[in-house]
């Protein structure tokens, strides 16, 4: 099954409430001023042009330093200054020559400070929104995550907290998964993170996870219930594999 690549700056051109970091999150109230609340869609402003332009260390630099963060379904999480620039430079209209589109400001930012920290979440219209959590750095405030929620995957229900425990249950932070890139005309460029997750139409989730040093991949269904995301099934699929083989309960 061929994954398309999702242009994040499709979502811009339409215009977290998630897990936090333990070493950079604010894990008690953070009261806002209006100066603070001007900064943040100030950053949402910068993110939206950084992203048009193709500039990718400027945007990389808009994330917190080293744990930083965007996630998307298909893009799966990235994670890291490396990781951000590489993204950037995968886009579809920054490997075009000229690379880059014309900036918009980007979405407005409604910004909520609570005891899950400073996150916000930016309308995007038909494409979906973001939601985000902010970090204040010393050098000002920063995306600690920024994740895409689709229009189908918000009606279906699903937010970021919902991909982050399904990434989570996949193995995402084991080290186990390896990053997949892709061909383009000026090189390979990155596709997506080791796991990518799908939401379906009837609530529950799909994913695939490619397994490092391995060559072979992961086919997942996940169901939700009860007690949160739990596997349906997990099948092996080894390298050139056409038809999937059930996973050894020792993988």
């Not at 009261?31 to 950053?43: A, C, G, S, Y």
């Not at 994330?63 to 996630?71: D, N």
């Not at 080290?175 to 990155?190: A, E, N, S």
């Not at 007690?227 to 080894?238: C, D, E, I, L, P």
Request: glycine content about 10%; charged content about 20%.
């Amino acid at each position: 099954m061929k994954q398309a690549v999702l242009s994040l700056s499709a979502l811009v051109g339409v215009l977290g409430i998630l897990h936090l970091t333990p070493a950079l999150a604010q894990t008690s109230q953070t009261p806002l001023t209006d100066r603070d609340r001007t900064e943040i869609q100030e950053l949402v402003t910068r993110y939206a042009r950084a992203l048009s332009s193709c500039a990718a260390e400027d945007y990389a630099d808009l994330f917190a330093p080293t744990t930083g963060s965007f996630a998307s379904s298909i893009r799966g999480e990235i994670i890291g200054r490396d990781k951000l620039i590489a993204l950037v430079q995968s886009e579809p209209h920054c490997i075009t020559t000229p690379p880059g589109r014309a900036a918009g400001n980007g979405p407005t930012v409604v910004v909520t400070s609570s005891a899950d920290g400073v996150t916000g979440i930016a309308d995007l219209g038909n494409a979906g929104r973001y939601e985000d959590v902010y970090v204040k750095t010393p050098k000002g405030w920063r995306f600690q995550t920024r994740n895409v929620i689709t229009k189908q995957e918000q009606t279906a229900n699903f937010t970021a907290k919902d991909f982050i425990a399904l990434r989570r249950l996949a193995g995402n932070d084991l080290g186990g998964f390896d990053d997949v890139y892709r061909d383009t005309p000026v090189g390979k460029r990155l596709r997506s993170a080791g796991t990518v997750i799908t939401a379906t139409g009837d609530g529950s989730a799909t994913g695939r996870a490619y397994l490092r040093d391995d060559g072979g991949h992961y086919e997942d269904v996940y169901a939700r219930g009860a007690n949160g995301w739990r596997f349906k099934s997990r099948t092996y699929v080894a390298p050139g594999d056409t038809a999937p083989a059930q996973a050894s309960a020792g993988r």
